[in-house]
Every structure is written in structure tokens, then in C-alpha cells.
């Protein structure tokens, strides 16, 4: 992560962030652009470690030639603000989002459509949601994760259900990661579209070159974050003590610092995509042990797409959404879960039918059915031309 601004420079920094806006938005005007986006993405600025669904979602639209006003969390006016580079996107904190989008919304930005996009139902909001609906933005909520359950454990502090309530009722069209949560959200509106969104992969995500060869040691791999809140620690260390001849290898961020670990259990810290490349090639299965709970249920999990990038079968503890992918096993306890993984140790996934399902599910392709929803509600609320 990169150095925080003195407090000597923060005022600086923002009058160069609005500048940066100003120059931003001209693009735009003067650009033969089809789309602009405002991603309300509420997670950490675009960066190499760290990639999740509205960064995922970002780094397609500017790919494909649409100019993104990406919102990112951070707690203090002195923690980093990415500089620009004059390109499709632009990022902003979300101490300094709420008015560059009031801003934006009402500059005249001739045929090209706005698209606003809410990554997470952040109290603030609620007002742009309604601004940008009053001046002819589409607006969409992509509810990536069960908030309330995030609420729950101590990791959405700054969540309300009526806030969320309010998003899903008045966005033009919300869609959501899971089943589960599609079903959940639909019961809060009766006059609004919610769809069903999967997660996606992302080609790049290979290193070049990538070849799956496990060697004969059995080693089992995960990564992501690693809090005990939804990570089911005591449930993968009583399965590694029962496999000592099987090496866990665990990447990842905020892993508790008083784990008692066996021996076969090695935290390999954060890693790089091309990191974990390197690491996975030898690995024979990836593993997905969050706790079975009602958070789980609403998640589908970016990595499961990328295990599968990798060439590996898949075993987690419950989680509805994935149940039906392709080499993937979910299990209700620790002792089935060792059970699923020694049966995936010896599973050969087909190269053919995991590139097909990577093929269908792609951020390329979300990125652009998010546009293909805005333009046909777009379409819809133009008047009809009589006949004459």
C-alpha cells in the first residue's frame, strides 16, 4: 500500500484531486463515449494486490473504452488518493466522492448515457441514488456481498437495512453474486428487476506461461482474507492434523495472531497474482473453509473462479451458490470436508469443461451486460414517436 500524505500537502491534494475531476469530466464531454460510470465501489483503490468485484468491474469498462469515476474507501483525509494519469478513470475517497458526483451529475454530457453503479449501500448514498435518477442516470445496485451478516460479525459497521431497503426500491435495476442473497433482496422491493450477477475471472489472472504440475507431496492451498469472523480455523487445523502427510499452504491478510498451527499448516502472508501462480502450480486442491452461515450463503467467491483458472478441484464448507459448479465439493463438517478432500486429491478436472465455464463467466462479460441493462432501461423510458 503506498505512504500516507503529510498533513501539510492533504489540502493540496484534495484542490488537485478536484482539478484532476475538472479534467476528468472535459474528457469526457469532448470524447465520443457511449457510457460514463460512477462505480460507488466502497473498497481499497485499484491497486496490484488487492482486486475485488467493482475493481474487477473498473479495470473492464476503461479496457473496453468507458470512462469510470471509481469511489474508495479510507478512514482518514490523510491516507493515499492514487494520482491521474489523464486516462478513462479517475479515483476519489469517499470523503471527497459525495460532491464530485453531485458535480458530475449535472454537467451536460450529450448522448452519453449515465451509469451509476452502487457497489455497497453506504448511507451517503441514498441522495446521489435519487440526484442521479433526477437527471436521467440509470442507476444500479450490484449488491456483491450480504452486508446485514457483514453487520453482524463487525466488519460493515456503517450498514442499515433501510438504507439498503431504500437502494434496492429506488435503484432502476439492482443484481446480486448468489441466489441466496437475489431471493433475500427481492423481498424488499415490489416494482424493481433483481437479477442474479455471478462473480467472474479474469484471464489475466494467469501468469504467463502458467502449467498446473502437482509433485508427490499433497499440498492443499487457499487464499483470500483470512478473519477468524468467517474463516473456519479450528475446523482446518483439526483437518490438517488429521492429514500430517498433506502441506496447507494459506495466502493471505488478517490471519489471528494467536493461532496454534500444526506443523503441515504454513501462512504464506499477501502474494501477488503472478505469486500465486508460482505457489498454486504444485498444488492439488483449493480449498474454500469459511463458516457455514447465513454470510456464506450470500457469497460467491471470486477465488473459486481463479482455483479454476489454476486447473484445481474445489472443496469448501457450505455455500449455496457454488454448489453446482463444476469439480467443486460443499460440506456441512469438518469430517466430511476431510472426506470431500481426500476424493479431490485424486480428481483430474477436464481442462475443457473448466475454459468453458471461465469462458461464460468473465468480468468482460458482467461489465458489459451491467451496460447492456442500462441502455434497455434507458431505452424503455424514452417516449414513443407516434405515427403520423
Known amino acids: 500500500m503506498s505512504d500516507p500524505i503529510p498533513a501539510a500537502e492533504v489540502e ?22 457511449r457510457h460514463v460510470v460512477v462505480m460507488f ?5 485499484i491497486q496490484g494486490v488487492r482486486a475485488n468485484r467493482p475493481i474487477r468491474l473498473t479495470k473492464c469498462l476503461a479496457e473496453e473504452g468507458t470512462p469510470v469515476l ?29 460532491q464530485l458526483v453531485e458535480r458530475l451529475l449535472v454537467r451536460d454530457l450529450g448522448a452519453t448515457l449515465g451509469v ?33 451478516e457483514f453487520e453482524k460479525v463487525g466488519m460493515a459497521n456503517w450498514y442499515r437495512k433501510p438504507v439498503e431497503q431504500f437502494v434496492v426500491d429506488r435503484c432502476d435495476t439492482t443484481c446480486c453474486v448468489s441466489r441466496p442473497l437475489q431471493t433475500k433482496l427481492g423481498a424488499y422491493t415490489e416494482r424493481r428487476t433483481v437479477r442474479l450477477s455471478p462473480n467472474a475471472y479474469d484471464p489475466g489472472f494467469l ?50 495472531e494467536d493461532l496454534d498451527l500444526p506443523r503441515n499448516m504454513v501462512l504464506l502472508g499477501p502474494k501477488t ?38 486447473g484445481l478441484p474445489v472443496v469448501s464448507l457450505r455455500m449455496p451458490q457454488i454448489a453446482d459448479y463444476p469439480y467443486t465439493q460443499t460440506v456441512d463438517t469438518p469430517e466430511a470436508f476431510l472426506d470431500a478432500l481426500d476424493d479431490a486429491i485424486d480428481t483430474e478436472p477436464d481442462p475443457a469443461v473448466l475454459d468453458a465455464f471461465l469462458t461464460e463467466h468473465t468480468w468482460a462479460n458482467r461489465a458489459a451486460e451491467m451496460l447492456r441493462w442500462a441502455d434497455n432501461i434507458n431505452t424503455k423510458r424514452q417516449p414513443s414517436i407516434a405515427s403520423p
Not at 502458467?210 to 477468524?228: A, E, S, W
Not at 497474482?273 to 467467491?301: N, T
Request: with cysteine.
Open 12 to 33: 493540496n491534494r484534495i484542490k488537485q484531486l478536484h482539478a484532476d475531476f475538472d479534467a476528468f469530466v472535459t474528457r469526457v464531454q469532448r470524447g465520443d463515449y
Open 41 to 45: 465501489g466502497g473498497t481499497t483503490f
Open 70 to 98: 471509481f469511489n474508495f474507501h479510507r478512514w482518514t483525509p490523510t491516507q493515499h488518493i492514487p494520482d491521474y494519469d489523464g486516462g478513462l478513470v479517475l479515483q476519489s475517497p469517499i470523503d471527497q466522492t459525495p
Open 116 to 148: 451509476f453503479i452502487v457497489s455497497y449501500p453506504h448511507p451517503s448514498v441514498c441522495r446521489l441514488v435519487t440526484m442521479a435518477s433526477a437527471n436521467g442516470w440509470v442507476t444500479l445496485y450490484d449488491a456483491r456481498d450480504d452486508w446485514e
Open 207 to 256: 501468469a504467463p506461461g502458467y502449467q498446473h504440475r502437482p509433485g508427490d507431496q499433497i499440498v492443499i492451498g487457499y487464499f483470500g482474507h483470512l478473519t477468524n469472523r468467517w474463516f473456519d480455523w479450528e475446523s482446518l487445523t483439526w483437518i490438517a492434523r488429521q492429514r500430517p502427510e498433506y502441506r496447507f499452504e494459506i495466502i493471505g491478510h488478517g490471519a489471528p
Open 273 to 310: 497474482h503472478p505469486e500465486i501462480c508460482k505457489l498454486a502450480a504444485r498444488w492439488h486442491v483449493g480449498i474454500i473453509p469459511f463458516r457455514p452461515s447465513r454470510l456464506a450463503d450470500g457469497v460467491d467467491p471470486i477465488k473459486i473462479y481463479e482455483y479454476f483458472g489454476l
